[in-house]
Every structure is written in C-alpha cells, then in structure tokens.
C-alpha cells in the first residue's frame, strides 16, 4: 500500500475538517480524494456520489495539471466549474499532488467564501494528512 | 458517427490498465503526447506505478496538413465517463490487451460494450500483449470470444513498445475504414 | 441431362444408407441424374469431413468437387458443398444442383499442375484432425523433416524461417509412427498453414471455386504471421462482404497470384467461408460516408505507405 493512502485514523479526522462546510451557506457535499481518484473522506455526499466526484475531480485535476504544465505555468491549485447551477472548486490539498478536495456549491453560495473556506480546509487537511 | 465534417479525425486507444495505451501514442506521436498519469495508490489492482486518469494525447500531422488525433482513456472502470467523452466521434478505436492479466477475456467484453457504440464503419481493432506468457489465452481465444458475438475485428499480437507494431494497429484500423468507405453497406 | 457419377468414401453406416435411399428419391427431381460410381470414375467425392486425410489429398489433386458431411458437433468448413448429418432429402438436392450447377458451367476446369499442391492439399485434408495425437511427416526438397501432429508444426528453425519466407515447397504428408526430435522448434499448425497457402503456386487453388463468393470469418493474427499492406487490404475488403476470386482481384487492384494465394492461405487456415454457409456478420458498416471523408483517409494511407 502507497503512502498515499491515508490510515483509517487520518479518514475519520478528515471526514471532521469536511464537517466544518456544514457552516458555509450553499455548500452541498465536498469530498477529499486521492490523484487516481479514490475517494478519502467526504461530507454530506452518499457512497455513490463521491465516488463519481472522486473519479472526475482526479480527471479535472490531473488535466489541469496538463494545462498549467503545458503553458508553463507550473503546478496545478484550483480550478472551478461555474454553471447555472452553482459551482465545483476542485484545490490541491498540500504540496505533493496526491490528493484534492472537490466541493460542491448551489446558487446561493458566495464564490469567494467557497473559496476561502476551501483554501482553509485544505490548509487543514494538508497539515493531518500530508505533514 | 465519426467528426470529419468537424475538422477533427480521432482515433481511440482504450483497454484496461496496463495495457501500454499511453506506450502505444507515445510510440507513434509525433512529439512528447500529453500525458495525465498520476501515483497509482492501488497497487493490489495493478503492480503499476503510475495511472492514466485524464487523457493522453498525442497527434500524426499528414502532408496535406490535416491531422489525426489519438486519443489515450483510463483504463479503470472508474473514469468510465472519460471513455464516452473520449469515444464520441471516433473514427476507430484500437482496444489493447494484456493477456497475461486475470480476466483479459472479460476485460474485452467490458471494452467492446463500451465503445461499439461510438465506432461507424465496423473500425475496431485488438490489439493484445504478452500473448507468450505461460497459460494465458492466445489471441484465437479473443478472436473467438469476438466471434461468439457476431463481431468481426482483427485480433492482433502486439508489444506496444516497437513502434513498428503499433502502427500495425492504426494501418489496419484504416483499411478497415477504407474498405467500409469503398465497399461497405450504404447506411 | 448431364449424368454424373458420385461416390462416398467414409460415411458413418447409418450416414451412407440416408445417402443411397435418398439418392433413389432425388432420382428424377434432380438437374443432373446421379449413378453412384467407384472413386477412380467419379466427378464428385461425397465424403465424411473425419474422413482419411490420403484420401483427400488424392482427391484435391484432381481438382473435382467434394460435397463434405460434417457431423453436428464439427464447425461449418471453408467449403462451398456442405451438409450437416443428418439431412433431409432437399437438403441433399439442393446440394447435388449446385454441384451439377458448378459442372456444367466449367466442363473440364483447368486445374493445373497437381504436383505443386501436394502438401497444401494433404494439409487440408489433415488440418481438421491436426490436434490429433498421430503425427505426419513431410519433406523439403533437400530432405528436411517437417512434422504435422498435436496441433502443431515442428521443423529445424531454419526450415521454419524460409517456409515464413515463402520460400519451401514441400511434398504431401503421409502418416509415420515416429515422432519429431522433442527440442524440435515449433509453430502453430494454423500458422503453418497460412505459410503454406502463401508459397503455393498463383493459379486459384484447386478446392477453391472461380464462381463461388468467399469471405473472411476472422482475421489472421499478423502480429504473429507478419504482414504486409496488400493482404490488410484483401483482408478488410473480405470481413466487410464476400467476393468471387476475379472480383477482389478487379475491386483490389492487386496481382492475381497475391489475391489467389491469400485465398489459399486463408481458407487453408480455416479462415475462409463461402458465402451464405455461415451468418454474415453483424458489425458492418453503419457510418454514412461523409464529404471529406475520402481525401482525409487517402491522406492517411499515404502518411501510413498504404496505397492511396
């Protein structure tokens, strides 16, 4: 088993960063997951559905990485998705690229308090899981 | 339906993880392909180290300037949403295989059911690796397999590291285009 | 009416009594009138597809149809004449017209050189028990064995690299009760097959039909066999529909003797159906062919070295 992959112990911690969106208005779920897109931890999203979170948000990362390598802009942080709907910021947790966090906001959410809060939670994570 | 009208002439190379398909474009790209591999943290599903999770890319320039894209999926059941996105508007798709792996036979179901629908004009190529090692299924195996299901495509034994094999692949994905195109069935 | 004389070799008992009675019903309905002769006066050879592989090969030689009984566990044969035991009166006549069909539009088909086919015809005859523990055994002109037996070719690896070549013209194989040297190199006796349909002289094959449509039912694997562009292109145009001999020819603008000796490969390779014997395939063409479509493949095969 790589050292990516967090013990239990870590999961459960950063399942309880996760719970603080549960504070920050529009935020629906957020999941933390690995580079190959195995989910970690995640907050108010069923098995199912952080599951599919985890795979595409490891796509978006890994392509955004592509993107920021090919123009030269070195290492990949944060991208987000804007729709009618509301948005998904996909942040780099930490300095390695093992692993992010994808959150997911409605219409009501406030784009710069989404990205505070995530900015804050993967400062967070970085410091359990990735020391 | 394939997207030539849209300028854009695509082909595929799907199949599951460690088949070599980011080896296979890195071998017939003109120029460093884009490559989205990231740390395999699964290593008890594949002894691999690193994983495709976005896409490959990689391209063959003609001489009238036109250009062929070629494509590179995931190989985990996971990023299945990239195989549609990436499988829309192909004009073929090269399957490749690795026969030493468990399961390789089911593993061309999994990848024929999932991009036959994306392939006009009968384009499907196998291509299957490691056919020599002890006891794994030898290419008239898949070949079979096809056949069980009314499917006619080449099977072909291949190591996708030369070079030489894999544009065996692609010139037999354009025959089959050619021939469909010249004598094929009128849709 | 054109009489025509018939004899069956190796029919199971119950088999060869269905032929006879049936034969006497067909008497009349029939296009040609049928007399059952021995093998040395017949014009056609109503044989069981398990039957004696010398027998065969003598036959093939004369280039004379073969109608093939299979039995109902064997898989459909690259053959144009075939009936699966057991089979019902019309089947049989059916059958029977089509031979007489065959007949009277080629009286005294010009078939050759039989020497030059020897081995490929006793290959033939061979290849469906080629799994079979009995070995057979050949030899090149310079008296190299080449053994035939467990499904397998076993040979010097000299000898099998010029037979990959095209290069070796070998004698028929007859039974032996030896065995080839165990650290003997080996290749598949498909493959060997395909090998040998290749080096085979340019006329059509003798047990292949001038009129008859044939079509690939699976594609060789070039990986192993090696290739070149000619035969991807016999091949693609042979999986999409079925073409008499003379058509691909015309339709792939390639030499004859190529086109007549991926025929043979691929049928001695048990690649090869005539047309309507098997379902057709169902992945054909769905796409419609769209403008532009054209001058991008061509400028792809020419990126390739195909032919544009």
Redesign the interface.
């Known amino acids: 088993m790589s050292k990516v992959r967090p013990a239990k112990l870590s999961r459960e911690l950063a399942r309880k960063v996760l719970e603080g969106y549960g504070e920050v208005a529009g935020v629906q779920c957020a999941v933390l997951f690995s580079s190959d897109g195995f989910e970690i931890a995640s907050h108010a999203a069923d098995a199912a559905a952080s599951a599919r979170l985890a795979a595409i948000g490891s796509s978006l990362a890994a392509l955004g990485t592509a993107l920021a390598g090919e123009a030269g802009l070195g290492d990949f942080e944060r991208t987000t998705i804007e729709s009618n709907g509301g948005a998904v910021t996909i942040m780099r947790v930490g300095s390695s690229r093992s692993m992010s966090l994808a959150v997911v906001a409605g219409k009501d959410a406030v784009l710069g308090q989404l990205l505070w809060a995530t900015q804050r939670c993967c400062q967070a994570l970085a410091k359990l899981l990735d020391p | 339906m394939s997207g030539v009208e849209a300028g854009e002439f695509k082909i595929v190379f799907t199949g599951p993880m460690g088949a070599g398909k980011t080896t296979a474009i890195a071998a017939i790209s003109e120029g460093e392909p884009v490559r989205t591999e990231v740390e395999n943290t699964d290593r008890v599903a594949h002894a691999k180290e690193s994983t495709t999770v976005g896409f490959d890319f990689g391209r063959i320039t003609l001489a009238d300037g036109s250009v062929v894209r070629l494509y590179g999926t995931p190989g985990q059941v996971r990023y299945r949403f990239m195989w549609d996105i990436l499988g829309r508007g192909a004009a073929g798709v090269i399957v490749l295989l690795d026969a030493s792996a468990p399961g390789a036979l089911v593993q061309l179901d999994v990848f024929v059911d999932a991009f036959i629908p994306h392939v006009a004009h009968g384009a499907l190529v196998v291509g299957v690796g490691r056919t020599d090692v002890p006891n794994a299924p030898s290419t008239d195996a898949f070949a079979a397999r096809l056949d069980a299901r009314g499917i006619v495509a080449p099977v072909l034994s291949v190591d996708v590291r030369r070079q030489g094999d894999v544009m065996m692949l692609v010139r037999t994905l354009v025959c089959i285009l050619g021939s469909h195109t010249a004598h094929g069935v009128p849709a | 009416m054109q009489t025509l004389k018939i004899c069956d070799v190796g029919l199971q008992p119950d088999t060869s009594h269905a032929f006879h009675s049936m034969l006497k019903i067909v008497a009349g309905r029939s296009k040609a009138a049928w007399q059952v002769a021995g093998i040395e006066h017949a014009d056609v050879l109503f044989a069981s597809s398990e039957g004696d592989g010398s027998t065969f090969a003598a036959w093939g030689a004369t280039g004379k149809p073969v109608v093939l009984v299979i039995d109902d566990r064997s898989s459909w044969p690259p053959a144009p004449f075939v009936l699966r035991h057991p089979f019902r009166v019309m089947q049989l006549l059916s059958v029977l017209d089509d031979v007489a069909d065959l007949l009277a539009a080629s009286p005294g088909r010009e078939r050759g050189d039989p020497s030059r086919w020897s081995a490929a015809e006793s290959l033939r005859a061979l290849m469906p028990q080629s799994g079979n523990a009995a070995w057979h055994v050949t030899r090149t002109p310079l008296g190299e064995e080449v053994w035939l037996g467990h499904g397998l070719v076993r040979a010097a690896a000299r000898t099998i690299a010029r037979l990959r070549a095209g290069e070796l013209e070998l004698a028929a194989f007859h039974p032996t009760g030896t065995s080839p040297p165990a650290d003997a190199p080996a290749i598949a006796a498909?493959d060997f097959a395909w090998y040998v349909g290749l080096s085979g002289p340019a006329r059509l094959a003798p047990w292949l039909f001038a009129d008859v449509a044939y079509r690939?039912?699976?594609?060789p694997?070039?990986?192993?066999l090696g290739?070149n562009?000619g035969m991807?292109?016999l091949?693609?145009?042979s999986?999409?529909?079925a073409w008499t001999p003379a058509a691909l020819v015309e339709?792939s603008g390639q030499p004859a003797a190529d086109v007549h000796r991926f025929l043979a490969a691929a049928s001695l390779a048990g690649l090869l159906v005539a047309n309507g014997s098997e379902?057709a395939?169902?992945?054909?063409?769905?796409?419609?062919?769209?403008?532009?479509?054209?001058r991008?493949?061509g400028?792809?095969?020419?990126?390739?070295?195909?032919a544009a």
Do not use: I, K, N, Y
């Open positions: 498909c690939l039912r699976r594609w694997d070039f990986g192993r290739v562009t991807l292109e091949c693609a145009m999986t999409v529909r339709a379902q395939p169902a992945l054909l063409a769905r796409g419609r062919v769209q403008s532009g479509w054209d991008f493949l400028g792809l095969r020419r990126h390739l070295g195909l």
